[in-house]
């Protein structure tokens, strides 16, 4: 852009901030009284707490006893839990579950058209919105093209409701290295992500990815995986670091981050050596891995949930896989969290159904022995580090976008409770109200 140009936009822009600011503090106050606050970074629940927001914004916390003026709207939450809204690190808004019986995943992509499919992601936008998910990282479209990019134009032009996106658009793997498959090799199938061989065609789908729109680039490091003759979880490596490399270097020349499926094994080792900024489920971390992920500040999103699914019977090859696999990730989960690894909550909602609750995930992340106040913060604080917004949501704090949830018991003492949200207001707005008055 040519610098004159700049400087006309510059004031544009700048003159909208002050109007829109202007307008912001003249904007109708809504105060919250909060019985309990569990404010996504404290290490203790607050209580008897008023949260004063305006417009979009979290404008004040104050004690209980402060004044309220009086044309303030008041939500009563003083029986409630009140906490941030939550961070899902790891959807497909576009996947509409992986039932075997229903056709499993190909019956996304196959039985589908386009519409169809971005109704059901208006579907489970929508969805995860009224769980209490007011940001989603949604991790590839599987064969919908740039469709996150307008379902998030859409849910930001108020067409449609839903949670702050974060989106990938197409993804990224090799030939041979994602479904559809297992065609008459005749047949031109359709394929879930964007194929490369080589640095110079990696490079080139990021840059596609990222101009139309992409915030963070995804890559699948592993594929196919088995049981080996000795009883090991192998996993088919996809990318090679060199492709990797060409993707992490142009992701971060436009200031976004990379997020890499990677199982274990070559795959794991090139995610890491390829200097991928999430490792996504990580089945099977070894210390050597761990050791690398934090002297690189690697995130970890296991999504736990999915692999405990849809197992065929144990003595085929399937079956002994999804065993395995599940059998390697919760040990690779303890080492990680007892290593101090930075952990993000994460549910790869989408291939499981979105009718199923999204907060299951917290359930096992604490019985693999997360603490729940630490489990809450995978999914508000902590996941706002990695999405370059601390301070902005996963918070409950002046300043903050007003994304403000609540559920009626004590989720520190049950994270189970965490399914139970019946309150939500996303960017200032009230979206559902089952508990307050
Ligand atoms: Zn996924």
Redesign the pocket.
């Known amino acids: 852009m040519h610098r004159r140009h700049f400087a006309v936009l510059a004031c544009v822009v700048l003159c909208c901030a002050a109007a829109a600011g202007a307008q912001s503090s003249s904007a109708a106050l809504t105060v919250i009284r909060a019985g309990t606050l569990i404010d996504g970074t404290s290490d203790a629940p607050a209580h008897n707490k008023l949260i004063f927001v305006r417009g979009e914004r979290i404008e004040k916390l104050a004690e209980a006893g402060a004044a309220i003026p009086e044309d303030a709207k008041v939500i009563d939450l003083s029986s409630a839990t009140v906490l941030p809204g939550l961070i899902d690190s790891?959807t497909?808004i576009f996947l509409w579950g992986e039932d075997p019986k229903k056709g499993g995943y190909d019956a996304n992509i196959l039985n589908a058209g386009i519409a169809q499919r971005a109704a059901r992601a208006t579907a489970a936008v929508r969805r995860a919105l009224e769980q209490g998910f007011t940001t989603l990282r949604d991790?590839e479209t599987e064969g919908a093209g740039y469709g996150d990019v307008e379902i998030k134009a859409a849910i930001e032009e108020g067409a449609i409701p839903g949670p702050r996106l974060f989106v990938v658009t197409r993804a990224i793997s090799t030939t041979g290295g994602y479904n559809l498959e297992g065609y008459a090799p005749e047949l031109d199938m359709p394929k879930g992500a964007q194929l490369i061989d080589g640095p110079v065609s990696a490079r080139k789908a990021a840059r596609e990815q990222l101009d139309h729109g992409a915030d963070w680039i995804k890559v699948y490091m592993t594929h196919r995986s088995w049981v080996d003759r000795a009883g090991n979880l192998v996993s088919q490596p996809t990318l090679t670091v060199e492709e990797l490399r060409a993707i992490v270097d142009e992701t971060h020349g436009w200031g976004k981050k990379v997020a890499c499926?990677a199982y274990n094994g070559i795959g794991m080792q090139r995610a890491l050596d390829g200097g991928c900024d999430s490792i996504?489920h990580g089945l099977e971390l070894t210390d050597a891995n761990i050791a690398q992920m934090l002297k690189q500040g690697t995130w970890y999103c296991p999504t736990i949930v999915p692999y405990l699914q849809n197992w065929p019977t144990e003595d085929t090859p399937g079956g002994k896989r999804d065993r395995k696999r599940a059998s390697v990730h919760e040990p690779s989960f303890k080492k990680a969290l007892t290593a101090g690894v930075k952990i993000v909550f994460g549910t790869?909602m989408g291939?499981i159904p979105w009718s199923e609750p999204e907060a299951e995930e917290f359930v096992y992340m604490v019985n693999y022995g997360m603490k729940p106040m630490d489990a809450i913060r995978s999914a508000t604080s902590r996941a706002a580090v990695m999405l370059d917004m601390q301070g902005e949501i996963g918070v409950v704090a002046a300043g903050a976008y007003a994304d403000v949830i609540a559920v009626p018991g004590d989720p520190l003492k049950s994270i189970a409770e965490l399914k139970n949200v019946k309150f939500v207001m996303h960017n200032g707005s009230v979206f559902r109200n089952d508990a307050g008055r």
Do not use: K, N, Y
Request: glycine share 14%.
């Open positions: 790891h497909h991790l499926h996504e790869d291939g």
